[in-house]
């Protein structure tokens, strides 16, 4: 493992990215309405790109293993899709629940973020498995201190999915960030409470939890998303955080 800490100025540019994935990020979930297609709000995400010159960090992007490079600038996963869902020309439905993650290139500097946004009314599950998600993301957060253990990062957010019923997708994870898309270290969302590589100043991670509203096992199928394995729905929210010695820094916010 090979960890690749940042200096304060990357850190500063790191912020700058952070701010044009929050803005866009946001106009996309309110753009995410009945009757929107997916290819919709990735043509979106390029053109306000372009207007902060930036670039998509997924696109071109093939990770090891991958047989394709990604083809697109969001990852758009609906319902039981967890993650790497390709935009398509489906259309957005009522009650649908959509993950959107994205990454940002800013001058070299990579940022990373996700949320999910439920379409027009969606059910009490999906109103729930969204507020946990989102609330455990919060705990990792949180517990993302100088001096505290990834495992930290891990328990507060199994704790949370354990204490409210959800499944926690198996396989996926967080990771570090800033100069390439994946870095070390994998930040896992389940973990012991002082194990884990300790949290230093110059660590930048993406924390991500992916709640399922079933058992978390999950399945890879042919255009390379992952789905869960029995068909129920599922949650994502992230933030890229960066640690200082002044403490902890949302930058994705």
């Known amino acids: 493992m090979s960890i690749l800490l940042k200096s304060e100025r990357d850190i500063e540019m790191l912020r700058v990215s952070g701010g044009v994935l929050a803005r866009i990020l946001n106009t996309l979930a309110a753009s995410a309405k009945e009757g929107v297609h997916l290819t919709e709000l990735d043509a979106q995400a390029r053109e306000l790109l372009r207007g902060e010159g930036a670039r998509a960090a997924f696109l071109g992007y093939q990770p090891e293993g991958s047989a ?26 009522e009650g649908d629940i959509l993950k959107i993650d994205f990454g940002v290139d800013y001058k070299g500097f990579i940022t990373d973020g996700a949320l999910t946004v439920g379409v027009g009314k969606v059910s009490k599950t999906a109103k729930r498995l969204m507020k946990v998600t989102q609330e455990a993301l919060a705990d990792g957060i949180a517990a993302c201190v100088l001096g505290a253990h990834l495992g930290d990062i891990g328990y507060a957010i199994e704790k949370h999915a354990v204490k409210n019923g959800f499944g926690i997708a198996s396989g996926l994870t967080g990771h570090g960030v800033g100069f390439a898309l994946h870095e070390d270290p994998t930040v896992y969302n389940f973990g012991k409470k002082g194990e884990g590589m300790k949290i230093v100043p110059g660590l930048v991670i993406a924390i991500e939890p992916m709640f399922t509203a079933g058992t978390g096992d999950v399945t890879q199928i042919k255009d390379e998303s992952y789905t869960t394995r029995d068909g129920s729905i599922a949650a994502h929210f992230e933030h890229t955080v ?10 994705t916010e």
């Open 242 to 251: 960066a640690i200082t010695e002044r403490g902890t820094e949302i930058l």
């Open 68 to 93: 394709r490079a990604y083809p697109a600038a969001l990852c758009t996963s609906v319902n039981n899709q967890i993650v790497h869902g390709v935009p398509s020309k489906y259309a957005l439905k």
